[in-house]
C-alpha cells in the first residue's frame, strides 16, 4: 500500500525524518509531499526544501521505497492522482491535535476513501519544530541534535544568508 507524507518541511527535521523511517516501514511506497502554499511564508524555497529532504533520505537503506514530491492543492486530490490510500502525520502534543483533527475530518469530507493515519512523535523529538530550527539557527545555536546531519551546514548557511533580512 501506498501513502502520503504532507508538509511544508522549512526545513526538514529530525522529527520529521523519524515519522517518514517509521512510514516508510509500514508502507511499501511513501511520498513525501512538500505542499507548496503560496499563504505560508517559507524561509527555503521549494527547491531547496526538496534538495535538503533528499539529501537526508540519500544514505538510508531504510528510505529506498520513498520518493520527495513537490505539489499544491489539496493534499487528497493528490492521493487520489497518485494512488496513496493513506495521509501520514504527526502529533508531537495536544496542540497539534486539535489543527490535525480538523484538517483530518476536512479531508475525510472530500475524500472517504483516503485515511489519515497519525504517528506520535518520539519524545526526544516532541519539542521540535521547523521553527524552533530556524529561531536557533539565526542566532548561532547548535542545531546539530535538531536537523539530519546531512543539513546541518546547508540549513546554517542558508540562514547565515537570510539573517540581514530576517533580523531587520
Ligand atoms: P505543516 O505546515 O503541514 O504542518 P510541517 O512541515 O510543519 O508541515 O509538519 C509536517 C507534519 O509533520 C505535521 O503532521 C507535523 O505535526 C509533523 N511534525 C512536525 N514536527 C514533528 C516532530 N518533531 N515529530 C513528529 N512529527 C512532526
New binding site residues.
Given amino acids: 500500500m501506498k501513502a502520503c ?6 526545513p526538514i ?4 525524518l ?2 517518514i523511517e517509521r512510514a516508510a516501514l509500514i508502507f511499501d511506497e511513501l511520498d513525501v509531499l512538500l ?1 507548496v502554499n503560496p499563504r ?1 511564508k517559507c524561509v527555503f524555497d521549494a527547491a531547496q526544501r526538496k534538495a535538503m529532504i533528499e539529501a537526508s533520505l540519500a544514505s538510508r537503506e531504510n528510505c529506498r521505497n520513498v520518493k520527495v514530491i513537490i505539489g499544491e492543492g489539496l493534499t487528497v486530490d493528490f492521493a487520489r492522482k497518485t494512488g496513496s490510500k493513506a495521509i501520514v ?4 502534543a495536544v496542540t ?1 491535535y486539535e489543527y ?1 483533527l480538523q484538517q483530518a475530518t476536512a479531508n475525510l469530507m472530500l475524500d472517504p476513501d483516503v485515511e489519515t493515519m497519525f ?1 506520535i ?2 519524545p526526544e ?2 519539542f ?3 521553527s524552533v530550527v530556524k529561531e536557533i539557527a539565526l542566532n548561532d545555536g547548535d542545531i546539530s541534535k535538531m536537523v539530519p546531519a546531512e543539513v546541518v551546514d546547508l540549513v546554517k548557511e542558508a540562514m547565515a544568508d537570510k539573517k540581514d533580512v530576517l533580523k531587520g
Wanted: aromatic share 10%; no cysteine; charged share 30%.
Fill in positions: 507524507y504532507p508538509g511544508t518541511f522549512d527535521t529530525l522529527g520529521h523519524d515519522i505542499m505560508k502525520r504527526g502529533i508531537r497539534d490535525e504517528l512523535a518520539k523529538y516532541s521540535l519544530s521547523s
